[in-house]
């Protein structure tokens, strides 16, 4: 490293220009992209955030966020973990596309899922499948960082050989005593050097790996069922949900662009109309707006497709609608009627503006 690099500026906000440097295998699915500024840069972020991907794939300009798997406190280089996902357009476009010495454009970091804006002092980290990306940034900070952070760590994979991170969080675990490792896996043989569990998991399998459960602060990311049977199970166990959290991408619209523009395919369910300038559509109330926006190939940047990000505002000028995430809308902005499309859904006909 010489003295330029010393002296980089931190990147913190905004849209930037990455070269990929260098990418390798974490299992048979799952590649990770170690990335420096095309400008010598040090990256400032908040471990657990992500960046966003603005993509041009086949002429269409697409966004996608994918957590930063590094630490902040390895400031010179950032890596994002992607796992392969059958019929994924973007994940698999960079798996086998993007190699040493390919930029990129992304924009962030982003993300209210962090150990900054979440304080604890005793950490349980709940994951499953590329749900651990999060974790191990959040790891990897918290034992660079803080010495004799309290974590216990359970993860869930399919089998050994899916998961992610599994020999650098081993030796993390080995150097740090207050770090406990856990894995749950449904199938296949069971691990010698760490703690292991057979099946999904479960509260017992829980109060076993982690007794003191109850008096940690939880944060959980993986899949969408796996969160909800999670968040259910600490629920019923009288966790005190305040120190739950959670994250997640990449929801599954309840219906594909095709089934939005023929509805008559969906059953059971009597259409909206969402008009956007010139244009409409109709939309059922089990489809999010962005569905709609995208059915008409309107410009939009749909990063996360969760709720997270922020990047799909609009405004409804009228007209009912209901949200589940209005995470980075500031009170005044919700009075405006501003929302997030990917997270909202129309209770009456409506009048949306883009701009």
């Known amino acids: 490293m010489n003295q330029q690099d010393y002296l980089s500026p931190n990147w913190q906000a905004g849209e930037t220009r990455l070269v990929c440097v260098e990418r390798w295998q974490e299992t ?25 991907f603005l993509l041009d794939i086949q002429g269409e300009r697409v966004a996608r966020s994918y957590t930063i798997s590094s630490s902040p406190s390895r400031p010179y280089s950032l890596v994002v973990t992607i796992k392969r996902i059958p019929g994924g357009r973007v994940s698999n476009y960079l798996i086998d596309n ?3 010495g390919h930029s990129v454009n992304v924009s962030g970091p982003a993300g209210a899922f962090n150990l900054i804006d979440i304080p604890a002092s005793r950490y349980l980290f709940l994951s499953a499948g590329s749900g651990i ?20 760590f359970v993860h869930s ?14 030796k993390m675990a080995q150097r740090h005593p207050n770090m406990a490792l856990h894995c749950s896996l449904e199938s296949g043989e069971l691990l010698e050097a760490c703690a292991s569990f057979e099946g999904r998991l479960n509260l017992e399998m829980l109060a076993k790996a982690v ?12 899949p969408e069922p796996y969160m909800q049977a999670v968040k259910a199970m600490l629920q ?30 969906v059953a059971g369910s009597t259409p909206f109309m969402l008009q956007i300038g ?12 962005l569905e709609g926006i995208e059915a008409k190939g309107l410009p939009i940047i749909a990063a996360c497709r969760s709720g997270v990000c922020g990047a799909c505002k609009c405004q409804v000028l009228s007209g009912e609608t209901e949200s589940c995430s209005e995470m980075t809308l500031t009170p005044a902005e919700v009075a405006q009627g501003f929302i997030l499309a990917c997270s909202t859904r129309l209770k009456s006909d409506v009048t949306l503006s883009l701009a």
Do not use: N
């Open 236 to 265: 019923d166990a009288g966790f005190d949900m305040s120190r739950y959290h959670q994250e997640s991408f990449g929801v599954p619209s309840s219906a594909s662009s095709q089934q939005v523009e023929g509805l008559d395919e």
């Open 133 to 152: 990306t999060p974790m191990y940034s959040m790891s990897r900070w918290l034992t660079d960082t803080q010495v004799g952070s309290d974590i216990a």
């Open 98 to 100: 993007l190699k040493a």
């Open 28 to 52: 048979h699915d799952v590649t990770s992209f170690r990335f420096q500024g095309a400008q010598p840069v040090k990256f400032h972020f908040k471990p657990g955030q992500f960046i966003t």
């Open 278 to 289: 010139e244009l409409s559509t109709p939309l059922t109330g089990e489809q999010t707006v």
């Open 157 to 170: 994979a399919k089998a050994k050989e899916d998961l992610i991170f599994h020999e650098a969080l081993l």
């Open 211 to 222: 007794p003191d459960y109850l008096d940690r602060t939880v944060f959980v990311c993986g």
